[in-house]
């Protein structure tokens, strides 16, 4: 067997199942997720339950739920019936992942949902099922066939329960408006906390570690206050102190290569006009952005006035751990 291709076929087999459950989307997801906006609005929380590979799966649709601002939890269906229960309060809204709708403990759990005044949304891939017709609103996860050659283990159908999870945390998180402050709150540890909790201002270059001259300085004078700042490149300024140019130490070598006198240049002669520059208010990760966008060594930072306050090299960027 080549492990590879037959690796190949099997991610085909669950994107051609996705594409299919995809297609099956209507209006009953459009009311899931009003269901669901009016429970977090509400300040209730979205219990999430099923059995087996749904409860893992369930596991992690949770996860993200709470960690995009929409409190959830998890409820194991044996579990609920030793006293989890109290999980359940009126106005929350269950979330019950049953690919056949029909396994025994979960139909159980549902009399018992109801009797909490919580609203139920299935995912299924049985519209018929026992668990379709005891809730508000269902969710289609139909496949086709599972990637298992054998068509048993859950694969094309934990898949697709998954992404529609996916699908619903994401819709809801547009729905309420979530941005990315809202999300550096809930997340302030890690690599993405950092980046989206710090800003600019925070790690920025400041003071004698910033290399700048005024409008018509020699070259000769930016390369002493690029090496007494210690830094790669100069930022160009005028009268008000708002930024002109940029020169970098890479901008040099190519003008050495013709023109040996290049140090007694004014300065605007080899300087890039109107570099890209970030307001200090900005969060870390649009440096980030723009490291990567615009494949830069040193970002220039300004406050609201377009004057110079800091510059941040990318080189600083790992201390911070922010790479």
Do not use: W
């Amino acid at each position: 067997m080549d492990y590879v291709k037959r690796a190949g076929e099997i991610i085909d087999i669950e994107i051609e199942e996705l594409k299919n459950v995809r297609s099956s989307l209507g209006p009953s997801f459009s009311r899931a997720v009003n269901l669901l906006l009016d429970a977090v609005h509400g300040g209730h929380k979205i219990v999430v339950t099923g059995l087996g590979k749904n409860h893992h799966i369930g596991q992690k649709i949770a996860a993200t739920l709470t960690s995009t601002g929409s409190p959830a939890v998890v409820l194991h269906p044996a579990e609920a019936m030793h006293g989890d229960l109290g999980i359940l309060s009126p106005g929350d809204v269950a979330l019950c992942l049953s690919y056949t709708g029909a396994s025994d403990e979960l139909i159980t759990l549902l009399p018992l949902i109801k009797q909490n005044d919580v609203r139920i949304i299935a995912v299924t891939g049985d519209p018929d099922s026992p668990l379709a017709a005891n809730s508000e609103e269902v969710i289609l996860v139909r496949v086709e066939r599972e990637a298992c050659p054998l068509n048993i283990s859950p694969t094309s159908s934990s898949t697709a329960t998954l992404a529609v999870g996916d699908a619903l945390a994401m819709v809801l998180l547009e729905a309420r408006g979530f941005t990315r402050d809202d999300y550096a709150k809930l997340h302030p540890g890690g690599a993405i906390g950092r980046a989206l909790l710090l800003k600019i201002k925070d790690i920025m270059r400041t003071g004698r570690r910033v290399a700048y001259v005024k409008s018509g300085a020699l070259v000769h004078d930016a390369l002493f206050a690029m090496t007494e700042a210690r830094s790669g490149s100069v930022v160009v300024v005028d009268e008000s102190h708002r930024v002109t140019g940029i020169f970098t130490d890479g901008d040099l070598r190519r003008h050495l290569r013709t023109e040996e006198k290049v140090t007694l240049n004014r300065i605007e002669a080899v300087m890039t006009p109107n570099p890209l520059t970030l307001n200090q208010d900005r969060l870390a990760v649009d440096a980030l952005a723009f490291f990567r966008e615009h494949q830069i060594d040193d970002l220039i930072i300004v406050d609201d006035n377009g004057t110079l306050v800091g510059m941040v090299d990318i080189q600083d960027l790992p201390k911070f751990k922010l790479l």
